[in-house]
């Protein structure tokens, strides 16, 4: 398994917010990454610890999202086309 000392690249970073982060240990933060390596469809974990909830997620870079938003609105404007809905995977 990936460690933070031996990283794979990838195009996002764990974001990990909330009262409980001090819980977050280097060995859990490899964890978590690996669980949103094994599940790509995931996209919030939620980790409720002694000192209050955690919220797991992927952190992409803003010019990935103004990519994905640009695909959109090119397919949204080909001809014939009506309708573009993007479904997210739910657990």
Not at 5 to 30: C, M
Not at 59 to 72: C, F, K
Request: hydrophobic share 40%; proline share 10%; aromatic share 4%.
């Amino acid at each position: 398994m990936p460690t933070t000392s031996d990283p794979v690249p990838r195009p996002w970073q764990l974001l990990t917010v909330g009262p409980g982060i001090r819980h977050v240990t280097p060995d859990l933060h490899d964890r978590l990454v690996r669980l949103l390596d094994l599940l790509p469809q995931t996209r919030l974990i939620e980790i409720e610890t002694e000192a209050g909830g955690v919220s797991v997620s992927r952190d992409w870079p803003g010019d990935r999202m103004e990519e994905v938003t640009g695909i959109e609105a090119d397919i949204a404007a080909m001809p014939g086309i009506v309708r573009l809905t993007l479904f997210q995977a739910v657990s």
